[in-house]
């Protein structure tokens, strides 16, 4: 449902170009067509992650609070709508220069496939503690991929993504730019509690070189 919506989002953004180009002469396609990257980008991200948590994640009867579930909802819903209306809204919007979207391509696809790994061996890990009912809840300390430099990869990677579709539209959606703020501080808070948990639960075993989100940092 939801990657459908941002699908018809895009398709209907491109009518609508595809409309104003020929109804005005004169109209500049370029900063459509950055916008239309940026949404396809965000389409992609979103689609991967409904894929892993409907079809890849283990079921484990967690819930999440009303309160989160909503907001995360929300968040879905109006960027890509914000992103439009930047777009639209905002002038001085150009097509992004060639370099700017190939590395915000190639970042994007380096932090995708990433997190996909660093993903899995979390997906891995719990698996293997659900069907050994005897270690059914003990806990283990992942390793693996990015895991070797940071506790919270994923973390890392999904910010990185966000950079990467700034990036590939030529750093002109401001919208992104407080999308970038709000994933860092949320994602920055959570990497750092559980780093401490992490310390907390398995003390001298975890490795001490080990950063919270940004590698050799913090």
């Not at 699908?7 to 067509?33: C, F, R, T, Y």
């Not at 997906?123 to 069907?131: K, T």
């Not at 990677?157 to 703020?181: D, K, M, R």
Request: glycine share 6%; hydrophobic share 45%.
């Amino acid at each position: 449902m939801v990657p459908g919506t941002y699908l018809w989002q895009s398709l209907a953004l491109k009518q609508s170009v595809d409309g104003g180009i020929e109804n005005s002469p004169g109209s500049i396609k370029s900063p459509h067509m950055a916008a239309l990257l940026t949404l396809l980008m965000y389409i992609i991200h979103v689609a991967l992650r409904l894929k892993e948590t409907v079809r890849d994640q283990p079921k484990t009867g967690a819930r999440m609070h009303i309160g989160q579930y909503g907001v995360g909802i929300i968040y879905y819903i109006v960027t890509p709508l914000a992103v439009v209306a930047d777009a639209y809204c905002v002038p001085g919007w150009t097509m992004p220069p060639v370099w700017a979207a190939l590395a915000g391509i190639a970042l994007y696809i380096y932090a995708s496939v990433h997190q996909w790994r660093c993903h899995h061996i979390l997906y891995r890990l719990r698996s293997r503690a659900m069907i050994r009912q005897s270690i059914k809840h003990k806990y283990v300390v992942p390793d693996g991929d990015l895991f070797s430099l940071v506790s919270c990869p994923h973390f890392l990677c999904e910010i990185l993504i966000y950079v990467s579709i700034w990036t590939a539209a030529g750093f002109q959606a401001t919208t992104l730019i407080w999308t970038i703020c709000w994933t860092v501080v949320n994602l920055g808070i959570t990497a750092r509690e559980t780093q401490q948990w992490y310390r907390q639960k398995f003390g001298s075993e975890y490795p001490q070189s080990r950063k919270a989100l940004v590698p050799y940092v913090w």
